[in-house]
Structures are given as structure tokens and as C-alpha cells.
């Protein structure tokens, strides 16, 4: 039979994903032992759930669910809740040498930003949480364990419905990039964009893939300030300038930028040499910029 997390990976969507982690958490004995028959071998009228094509079939009076067994009906319509919550949600695939604190009592992470979260093993862990709120997140875990945890941290968004590439598939491919670094310390490999893992050569050969963990958290504290010194229409302003080309057009459009900015602004871009930055980690920065709060306190 199927272990809670063989049906994670049959997730579709990250809202299926949201959607399991919490039935898993409220009530895994349901999930895992209710269902003790195969379903009957499909025909027009029964059998086998659409959705794993394990379990049978949910009996009438359902009606919307009928092509589903219990438990996919209870994902389906978790996850018809969860859609907008897990857009702005990142998922995160743990591979370290011991799980951190609140998963080594085996209570799950009591937090309230932790949306979900699973520990098929010892030193394996999933957990999706608000992209907000990685940063803060990621900071008390490299502060409370220092350099006792080691090992790789993957985080990536989440996928929609309907797409060729379901939430399952982009999280097996992580679990299959797990072991790719000795565990020497702890490392993060960051993706803007879940289908990132399928081709993710080409994001790192632009150099803004694997970090180490207190480097990747520097990268999300300059775009907190970045997020916090400059207006959003002078970031977007500034993406644009960043793209042009021609040297005597960019010096022309850099010093009127510069006139549109307050000192504060001007001095952390001189500070940064942001002009000089490769493309790559301009756009990493963009990138991260989504991933921190404005005006945060934390
Ligand atoms: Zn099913």
C-alpha cells in the first residue's frame, strides 16, 4: 500500500502537495490503513480511482467524488482551498545529516509559517512554508545549529495544476539531486522557477544555483534592504537600466536615474558597484526580492 510519502509524490499541483502534508498531519492513520482493498479492475461504471489507480473508489452518495477513492477526494478538496495560498508558497527538500530540532521530536514544525511538513526518515525532510517567510525561517536554522547541520537544503516554488510536469515530478527530481555535494557543511541550491530542476545546468553555469547557507542568507538580507531602500517603480527602473547595452547610452540614463534617487538609495548603489554586476546576479537579486518582506521587522 501506499506510505504517506509515495502520495506525496503523486501530487499534481502544490495545492495537492499543501493539501497531503495536512492530511498527513491530522490524521495518517486514516491515509495509510483505511484503505485496505485494490479497487476493482476499471470498467465504465467502477473501479479504480482516477487519481492514484490503487484504492477503490468512493460508494454514492458523493457525487462529485465518485471517481475517486476517500482519500483523493479528501486531497481534491483540500486542495481546491489551498490553490491561492500555495502560489505564493515555496517548497523545500531537506537532504542533512540530522533532521533539524522541531522534526527530531517528531512533532512537526510547531510554527505557524510552516504551512506543512514531512520527515520520511532521518535525514530527510519536506516542508512548505510562505516564501515570505523563508528568510527568517533559514536564519534561526543556521543560527540554532551552527555548523553541527550539514547537507543540502533545495527550494523551489510550487507548480499549478494541469501542467505536463506535476508537483510530484519536480519534487522526485530534487530527491534525485539530493546527494550531489560531500556534507561537509550546509548548502542551499535556490530555483526560481520549479521547472528550474529539469534544466538546472544552465542556472548553474550562470552561477546563481548552490550557495552556502550563510552566503545565500546574505543574498536574501541585501534583497530585504534593496526591497526597503528603493521605491518598486526605481527597482523597475533600475532592471531596465541594468539591460541596456550601449555604454554611452547606459551613462546617460545612469545619471538621470541617480537624479531620481534619494541619498540613501544612491550610496547603497555606489556601495554595491551594482552597475558592474553580472546579468545573472542582477537577476538573482530580482529574484530573492520576491522572497523578503517590505519594511520587515523580523
Ligand atoms: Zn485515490
Same mark, same amino acid.
Given at each position: ?209 548552490? +550557495?552556502?547557507?550563510?552566503? +545565500? ?82
Amino acid at each position: 500500500m501506499l506510505t504517506g510519502f509515495d502520495w506525496l509524490r503523486r501530487s499534481q499541483s502544490g495545492a495537492e502537495l499543501l493539501a497531503t502534508l495536512r492530511c498527513l498531519e491530522d490524521d495518517s492513520g486514516l491515509l495509510l490503513t483505511d484503505e485496505t482493498q485494490l479497487g476493482a479492475p476499471h470498467s465504465a461504471l467502477g473501479g479504480t480511482c482516477r487519481r492514484c489507480w490503487i484504492y477503490p473508489r468512493r460508494p454514492p452518495p458523493a457525487e462529485d467524488d465518485l471517481f475517486y477513492c476517500r482519500f483523493c477526494t479528501l486531497i481534491r478538496a483540500g486542495a481546491a482551498r489551498l490553490g491561492p495560498l500555495s502560489r505564493k508558497s515555496i517548497v523545500i527538500w531537506g537532504f542533512v545529516n540530522q533532521l533539524p530540532r522541531q522534526l527530531q521530536r517528531g512533532t512537526g514544525f510547531q510554527d505557524s509559517r510552516i504551512l506543512g511538513s514531512f520527515a520520511p526518515d532521518d535525514n530527510r525532510f519536506l516542508l512548505m512554508m510562505h516564501r515570505l517567510q523563508l528568510k527568517p525561517w533559514l536564519r534561526e536554522l543556521v543560527i540554532y545549529h551552527g555548523p553541527d547541520l550539514k547537507g543540502l537544503i533545495q527550494i523551489f516554488p510550487t507548480t499549478g495544476s494541469g501542467g505536463e510536469t506535476g508537483m510530484g515530478d519536480v519534487l522526485c527530481r530534487a530527491i534525485s539531486h539530493e546527494a550531489g555535494f560531500a556534507m561537509d557543511r550546509l548548502r542551499v541550491r535556490f530555483y526560481s522557477d520549479p521547472y528550474q530542476i529539469m534544466r538546472m545546468r544552465s542556472r548553474d553555469l550562470e552561477g546563481i544555483l548552490n +550557495f552556502d547557507a550563510p552566503e +545565500f542568507l546574505n543574498l536574501l538580507e541585501m534583497a530585504a534592504v534593496f526591497r526597503n531602500i528603493l521605491r518598486q517603480e526605481e527597482q523597475e527602473m533600475l532592471y531596465e537600466l541594468l539591460a541596456v547595452q550601449d555604454v554611452g547610452e547606459e551613462q546617460f540614463y545612469w545619471g538621470r536615474f541617480l537624479g531620481y534617487l534619494n541619498q540613501e538609495a544612491k550610496d547603497m548603489l555606489n556601495a554595491w558597484r551594482i552597475r558592474q554586476w553580472p546579468k545573472e546576479q542582477v537577476k538573482l537579486l530580482y529574484e530573492l526580492r520576491d522572497h523578503v518582506v517590505f519594511s520587515e521587522s523580523d
